[in-house]
């Protein structure tokens, strides 16, 4: 596609890769500063809030490409690896599947975000649990199910980070929505 037939909608791969490389940097600080920190690993953080933005606002292609990105700074920075299939459930896998929020919105506007970010954790919550009950089992109490542990376990802090996501992200996309549709207006 040359130059001229490209829409002002529609960012060059330049736009692109610098788009998915500032959200990927943004989420990697703020998945440094922690709200809460789980003992066996997890934390609540605002890590997914980049990688939310810019699937919403660009659409999942660049929001998975965002996430990605993230979830391989994460591993190779300080992520504790004991298999490689582990590594990509709880690194780029679990990290990507958040730029997959736009797909789950079933209707505009702050509703469809909010329903967005929730399946994305959904999405996430089954990674971090399937990581977790295969790799992590002997974590489990004696006489829990590994699969029971891990759901509960990931779910206590993947709740409380949705829920504080899904707020703050419904308000930067509605702020976002309102200055775009005013700047058209202006225009």
């Known amino acids: 596609m040359n130059r001229s037939?490209?829409?002002?909608?529609?960012?060059?791969?330049?736009?692109?890769?610098?788009?998915?490389?500032?959200?990927?940097?943004?989420?990697?600080?703020?998945?440094?500063?922690?709200?809460?920190?789980?003992?066996?690993?997890?934390?609540?953080?605002?890590?997914?809030?980049?990688?939310?933005?810019?699937?919403?606002?660009?659409?999942?292609?660049?929001?998975?490409a965002a996430g990605f990105v993230t979830g391989i700074l994460q591993m190779l920075l300080g992520g504790y690896v004991m298999h490689p299939i582990q590594a990509m459930l709880d690194y780029p896998i679990a990290s990507l599947v958040v730029g997959l929020a736009p797909i789950f919105a079933v209707s505009r506007?702050?509703?469809?975000?909010?329903?967005?970010?929730?399946?994305?954790?959904?999405?996430?919550?089954?990674?971090?649990?399937?990581s977790g009950a295969v790799f992590f089992a002997e974590y489990a109490p004696?006489?829990?199910?590994?699969?029971?542990?891990?759901?509960?376990?990931?779910?206590s802090y993947l709740v409380p980070e949705l829920i504080i996501s899904a707020i703050v992200i419904a308000y930067l996309v509605s702020r976002s929505s309102v200055a775009r549709g005013s700047a058209r207006h202006r225009g």
């Open 109 to 130: 506007g702050t509703l469809g975000v909010i329903i967005g970010t929730i399946g994305a954790f959904a999405l996430q919550l089954i990674s971090f649990t399937l």
């Open 5 to 64: 037939a490209r829409t002002s909608s529609q960012p060059g791969m330049a736009t692109f890769l610098a788009e998915v490389g500032v959200a990927a940097a943004l989420s990697f600080i703020l998945s440094r500063l922690k709200v809460y920190q789980m003992p066996q690993g997890g934390s609540v953080s605002l890590e997914a809030l980049p990688v939310l933005y810019v699937a919403f606002m660009r659409g999942a292609k660049q929001g998975v």
């Open 142 to 155: 004696e006489g829990v199910s590994p699969w029971a542990y891990s759901v509960g376990y990931n779910a």
